[in-house]
């Protein structure tokens, strides 16, 4: 499950999972979907991904940069993803396609993940992630 979450100048994402890797999955797509409309994003190219940070929150962040870095770097969307979460590092692999106007329904541009409203935290069993992007 992943949504969206209202804030006054930027918009808060969720993701949830039964794990911190499914989390961290649906709190991409929840990002990503601010984008574009990720459901026409077929997982055509695959690329690598890593992340470290001090903790857990922190690896979040690291994370959801590490795909907008993806995104202006090398033109992706991205819509899938296969993820390691060991400690506080992250790795794993995520598949997308180059980024295609008409056909991905391109929204709002997604300038950074930030700190504000940034938690994670375990509830019946889930796993949680959010945190505020700035658009």
Not at 84 to 102: M, P
């Amino acid at each position: 499950m992943h949504k969206t979450i209202e804030h006054e100048a930027d918009i808060g994402i969720l993701g949830s999972g039964e794990t911190w890797e499914k989390a961290f999955a649906e709190g991409a797509l929840a990002m990503l979907g601010i984008m574009a409309d990720i459901e026409k994003v077929e997982p055509a190219q695959e690329v690598g991904i890593q992340a470290q940070a001090n903790d857990r929150d922190a690896l979040f962040v690291e994370f959801l940069n590490e795909l907008l870095f993806l995104r202006d770097a090398e033109d992706l969307f991205l819509s899938k993803f296969e993820l390691r979460i060991e400690g506080n590092s992250l790795a794993g692999k995520a598949w997308g396609e180059k980024i295609d106007q008409k056909k991905h329904g391109v929204k709002i541009e997604v300038k950074a993940a930030t700190y504000s409203g940034l938690k994670t935290w375990e509830e019946k069993g889930k796993k949680f992630v959010q945190c505020v992007v700035d658009v």
